[in-house]
């Protein structure tokens, strides 16, 4: 059991920089969840698939953000034109079938620093 | 938006005590879990409780759940310094089909 993977860990840009993160959830999970975590505060809910459906997207992820589960395997999100307030820690997370909701499974996340 | 809120925000003990911390939640609910942070980490699942059952015990932790007052708590029995980290209840809404949704969390610091 290798984990959920995030990559990069680490990654610093300059406002108006686009940058995409990539998630490997655990092969045989169907769901991916990605959050998003600023200091001191709990993660909050961006976006989640089955499989490659993209099932639900919060009011966060506006029109600057997109991701992507084009085989149903590993993930990607994108962030274009970034602004300072898109600094936080990027959390990924999956979880397998028939315990959706029950226990996920977080990658170590990507902290981006906008400058 | 965060549905659940943990009390205390911060909690500082000394090792061997025990360490309680609460979640409050918003909306009926169809589970509520406990997670645990360490620093600049990704978050760990430690324990689930249906909206059907009162108490759950895995290991030093235990956690109640009082669906009447949409709260719940997690114990932690003979903290040790290791038990340092953010602790964060979630919650499932009664659909039980959409994401968790994650409480503010309560930062525990256990002191050697």
């Known amino acids: 059991d290798t984990g959920v993977s995030q990559d990069p860990r680490h990654k610093i840009t300059k406002r108006g920089q686009n940058v995409t993160f990539r998630c490997d959830p655990i092969?045989?999970?169907?769901?991916l969840y990605w959050y998003r975590q600023t200091l001191g505060q709990g993660p909050e809910f961006l976006t989640y698939?089955?499989?490659?459906?993209?099932?639900?997207k919060s009011r966060l992820l506006s029109d600057r953000f997109s991701a992507e589960r084009p085989k149903g395997s590993f993930s990607t999100l994108e962030i274009q034109r970034t602004e300072q307030g898109d600094s936080a820690m990027y959390l990924c997370?999956?979880?397998?079938?028939?315990?959706?909701?029950?226990?996920?499974?977080f990658g170590s996340g990507t902290q981006l620093s906008v400058l | 938006s965060q549905q659940g809120e943990e009390d205390p925000q911060a909690l500082s003990i000394q090792e061997g005590e025990n360490a309680t911390m609460n979640c409050s939640y918003k909306?009926?609910?169809?589970?509520l879990q406990w997670y645990r942070q360490n620093s600049g980490r990704g978050l760990v699942h430690l324990i689930l409780?249906?909206?059907?059952?009162r108490e759950k015990h895995s290991g030093r932790l235990r956690v109640t759940l009082d669906t009447s007052k949409k709260s719940s708590s997690l114990l932690i029995t003979a903290s040790r310094a290791a038990d340092t980290a953010s602790y964060f209840c979630?919650?499932?809404?009664?659909?039980?089909?959409?994401?968790?949704?994650f409480g503010k969390g309560t930062r525990l610091s256990v002191i050697a």
């Open positions: 092969s045989e999970h169907n769901r």
């Open positions: 997370a999956s979880s397998p079938p028939g315990a959706t909701n029950e226990k996920l499974f």
């Open positions: 698939f089955q499989n490659e459906a993209q099932l639900e």
């Open positions: 409780i249906r909206s059907n059952e």
């Open positions: 909306t009926s609910i169809n589970n």
């Open positions: 979630a919650t499932v809404p009664n659909s039980g089909n959409t994401p968790l949704v």
